[in-house]
């Protein structure tokens, strides 16, 4: 794909949606943290169901920590994978106190040694959190990469660094959330919803690819 395709991509996504929003409830770097930590392997909306009752109770590292992990549970029972989540959500508040002030770190490196944190989430932090130009590869955008060409790769740091290198720079920035919702509500995993696509023209997949 030519970047003269990818600029045209970008520009039809920004005018559709010109101020992307993640669908994560959130109202400090903190509380996105955690919710992004309780997201793997489930759903935003069901991480907004707990996340909203918990973050009323407790949304500060000392908060959280006070709860201890049986507490916590209690509020995240009803996510995926709950018990080992819990168990990093009350790590991280640990050395989030001991190390850092109680404040969320604004570097890859110290995000990632924080329990539970790996470099999706840490990405996802950076740019939503802190405005990084930094891109969080997650199955809906390795699809989408890979799909339509825009930045094809065998794994997920492969189409992150092919994203961060070939995404026009004044799309860098919401880049994240303009392709995360185009995978999850347009370009959807078994059968894409080609017809309605606002890049369907500009798109390189081949659709016998599904037969």
């Avoid at 994978?81 to 106190?97: D, E, P, W, Y």
Wanted: hydrophobic share 40%; with cysteine.
């Amino acid at each position: 794909m030519n970047k003269e395709k990818r600029f045209e991509i970008f520009a039809r996504l920004r005018e559709q949606n010109p101020q992307p929003q993640t669908e994560l409830n959130f109202s400090s770097p903190f509380e996105l943290l955690v919710a992004v930590t309780l997201s793997a392997q489930a759903t935003d909306v069901s991480v907004n169901k707990a996340t909203d009752t918990l973050f009323a109770v407790a949304n500060t590292p000392e908060r959280i920590y006070q709860l201890g992990e049986e507490g916590l549970k209690a509020y995240i029972k009803t996510i995926g994978l709950f018990n080992s989540k819990a168990r990093h959500v009350i790590k991280m508040c640990r050395l989030l106190m001991d190390l850092h002030q109680s404040q969320v770190p604004q570097t890859r490196a110290q995000l990632e040694a924080l329990p539970g944190v790996g470099r999706k989430t840490a990405n996802v932090v950076l740019n939503t959190a802190f405005k990084q130009p930094v891109m969080a590869v997650d199955t809906h955008i390795f699809r989408v990469g890979n799909r339509t060409r825009i930045a094809p790769g065998k794994d997920v740091l492969e189409v992150e660094k092919r994203l961060v290198r070939l995404i026009p720079k004044e799309f860098l920035m919401d880049a994240h959330h303009w392709l995360i919702l185009h995978g999850r509500y347009v370009c959807v995993a078994r059968k894409p919803k080609c017809g309605s696509c606002l890049i369907e023209d500009l798109c390189e997949f081949n659709k016998k690819e599904l037969d």
